[in-house]
């Protein structure tokens, strides 16, 4: 350990003749330039890069790129997960075109986590919290290139892809294109990524053997990168980052790894250029109709409800104007969902397949036939989302895989997206829902799709009144779901999990635990915490005011009546305290009732909390909170400061 014997290691040189040929320097540029621009064309130099190039114009290259891969592919030290296994694929292929085109590519990293990874364990507690820091970084990283004309972002997953998407943003002037990181695919048997994270609640309620678990477990990520195949937050972030416009046609959801997702490396650093010539910024992109867009084609997925953070901070970082609650709830109202993927069904299509089917310009097509888009937008393409659309209409791509996707899987396309009538007639209905009530004053969120059909009344309504059970923990309530101490009946009040508690950590452990429960469809959830995009159930999130921040979840009691009622047609919903030891009552006494009440003893933050994440919890909530997208608002944080002082 402390030294190895070989002579050679001694053969230490201090001098190098250093690279050949001249910088390409000007009178005017060793008067006018700043020190930091001529010394950064000697260090592209000293690393490598053919002087007499030196002054073509310079691009940098975003990754998220986790892990160290042999040539072959072969790993020498993992990644966080394959999201990020693989994009740096995608960076060499960016690079070596813009190298070809006469620019100089840079390239700068910032690795994102994995929610999946961290399910249950205290590394979700920094999960949310991370975006923000990243998206920090990758700003800094963009700045600290200032002779840069343009960057692209290569990203895939559920923090780092949001981060990337904040930090493109807010390019302003400057060209901005997204490249998304694919999906990975799936097993030819076995089960995909979301259910097999279920093996552990399984095995405890002796549904599987160990052997199955083991052979399950090692197979479900088949293939090295990309995003998992169901339409969970990754999935829905690089959908919405094309319906924004900053990535080019057809490249969210690709496979990672295959010719298609390469391609769109090398057709992005062309995008940029044009873009640069073309003068067009950002911000020529990025428009209040773009995140409008966005939205729509998040209902039109049916998405993730982890976007409803994720995109207004994205608006907030092109210094848009942030959809509200209000404006989630109106677009839910008029877009239809269309598209048929897992997690939401009734078949699930896995996310590959959905790119094969035609991915985004395939569902925008059916919105624009609607009137629901304003294609008048302008993408990275440098033209409008109507140009876009009109070439994918006619194009020889788009029949192609739709062929390749029937000869490949028996599927056929109009079965994965479909037109509207068809969407409505095979039941599929609007994903996302914003109860209020006593419990959640300023709103929550349900994925009303995800409750199970049987318990829909013919008025296409969802009544559950139950009594509940209260854990400030994710430990507890999973400990109790795996004692079978969850009855028939019961809602689950999952409490302390929001900013202030746990840094809003996701609780899919929770809900994927209760769905192997014989009675399971008969659970109820309500957390100020948040959820899975593959989440399923009925669970109501992003409960606010969360229990740490005075709201009245936090003063339930056990065996209080709880009252959940979703109305799938017209999006709205309830969730009130209804009961107690008492007896039954109305929703407005169960007000007066919880304004009486104190806060339970027992709330408090996590023990295991980090203080980096109280840190950011105190500054989100100081700029606009849950709803606000939990960004970080200079103007506010520093006024709440003034005033304090």
Known sequence: ???????????????????????????????????????????????????????????????????????DGRAIALGFHTGHWEVGL??????????????????????DPCDGRTQGTAGMMDSLPFRNDAAMVLRRLTRSLPTRKGVLGVATCDKGLPAMMMALASAGAHPAVLVPGGVTLLPESGEDAGKVQTIGARYAQQQITLEYAQEVGCRACASPGGGCQFLGTAATAQVVGEALGLSLPHTALAPSGQA?????????????????????????????AAIRNAMVLHAAFGGSTNLLLHLPAIAFSAGLRRPTREDWEAVNREAPRLVDALPNGPRGFATVQVFLAGGVPEVMLHLRDAGLLDTSVKTVTGESLDASLDWWKQSERRQTLRKRLRDLDGIDADEVIMAPDKARSR??????????????????????????PTLIGNDNVYRHRGPARVFTTEEGAIAAIKQGRIGHGDVLVLICGGPKGAGMQE???????????????????????????????????????????????????????????????ALTGTVNLVGDASGVFGADEGARRLAERKPRADLKAHPDLPEDTRLWAAL??????????????????????????
């Open 507 to 569: 609780t899919y452990q929770v809900t994927s635990a209760l769905k192997q429960l014989p009675h399971c469809k008969h659970v109820a959830v309500i957390t100020d915490a948040r959820f899975s995009g593959v989440s399923t159930g009925a669970c109501v999130g992003h409960v606010s005011p969360e229990a740490l921040a005075g709201g009245s979840v936090g003063k339930v009691l056990e065996g209080d009546l709880i009252e959940i009622v979703i109305d799938r047609g």
């Open 90 to 111: 995608l960076v060499a292929e960016a690079a070596r075109e813009l190298k070809a085109l006469h620019a100089v590519p840079f390239a700068g990293a910032c690795t």
């Open 260 to 288: 298609i997702w390469l391609d769109a490396a090398k057709r992005s650093a062309r995008a940029i250029i044009r873009l640069h010539e073309s003068k067009l910024g950002a911000r020529d992109v990025l428009m209040d």
């Open 427 to 452: 039941g599929l209905t609007a994903t996302v829902c914003f109860p209020v009530g006593n419990l959640a004053p300023e709103g929550s969120v349900i994925k009303s799709t995800a409750i199970d």
């Open 1 to 71: 350990m402390l030294e190895t014997d070989r002579a050679e290691l001694c053969d230490v040189k201090t001098h190098a003749p250093g690279p050949e040929g001249l910088l390409p320097l000007s009178p005017e540029m060793l008067v006018t330039e700043p020190s930091g621009n001529l010394f950064g064309m000697s260090q592209n130099a000293g690393m490598g890069w053919e002087a007499s190039r030196l002054l073509d114009p310079e691009f940098l290259i975003l990754s998220t790129h986790g892990g160290v891969r042999a040539e």
């Open 620 to 645: 989100v909530n100081a700029s606009g909170g849950v709803w606000g997208g939990c960004v970080y608002d200079t103007e506010k944080i520093v006024d709440a400061l003034e005033k304090r002082n």
